[in-house]
């Protein structure tokens, strides 16, 4: 069944060219993260995430919910598909805190391939508003931050100067490009798995103008783009219901 575009389109408030290029991808993306959250709580409600076109549209536009990595840009890149862009789906090993990255598959991001090579991602969290391009040696300054990619052999490794102004790895990748069924294993693992941290406790966050709103189980984040941050301490699940219904137009049935 072919995508409804323009449902997509209203979902994420976009009304933008829709022509093939860096600038709508640039705009697209943008949207995208400012509108659909990254969340996990279909994991915490026992739902089934269905790595399926038709599955995710349901969710993401229908019902207006967010998700991971895997059904967040599994879905936009069924949009830019159907906007006429080249995309692939990478498989992306996330840096650990302690050193290190973790299992192939553990994240996805995307190829879009124009006159030059985006890493497009709306399924990150807190990392890059806006594409970056592959083949830039240098730093990307988006912000109070910059971003950069380093060759690892046969990988890229992303990397980010965040507000301190220290680099730290993000994620690493291959350009093979895969397809849903390649994730599948590793997205049962991270709906399932205590060692997974998606299973630990609720995360739903999201770009805004300023910097980023989230709420991690009863504490509402607000983040700035310079790096300034207020904690707000939630008093209970009636109080969580009401914050995430307001600041990211969710209500879980």
Known sequence: MPLDVNGYLNRIGYEGPLEPSAHTLRDLQVA????????NLSIHSHEPIVLEDSS????VVRRRRGGFCYELNGLFAALLRSLGFQVEMLAASVARPTGGFGNEFDH???????????????????SFIEPLLLDEPGEQTQGAR????????????????????????????????????????MCLYQQTSPESHFTKARICTRATITGRVTLSELRLITTLNAGERAEEELADENEY????HKHFGIVMS
Do not use: C, S
């Not at 995710?56 to 969710?59: A, G, I, N, P, S």
């Not at 052999?153 to 102004?165: A, E, S, T, V």
């Open 108 to 126: 996805m991001t995307l190829l879009v391939t124009l006159d030059q090579r985006w890493i497009a991602d709306v399924g990150f969290g807190d």
């Open 241 to 244: 219901t009401a914050a995430l």
């Open 56 to 59: 995710l549209f349901d969710k």
């Open 146 to 185: 910059a971003y950069k990619f380093m060759l690892d052999g046969d990988h890229k490794i992303l990397l980010q100067r965040n507000f301190d102004g220290a680099w730290a790895p993000q994620y690493r990748f291959t350009l093979t490009p895969h397809a849903y069924a390649d994730y599948e294993a």
């Open 32 to 39: 995208h993260l400012r509108t659909v959250p990254f969340e």
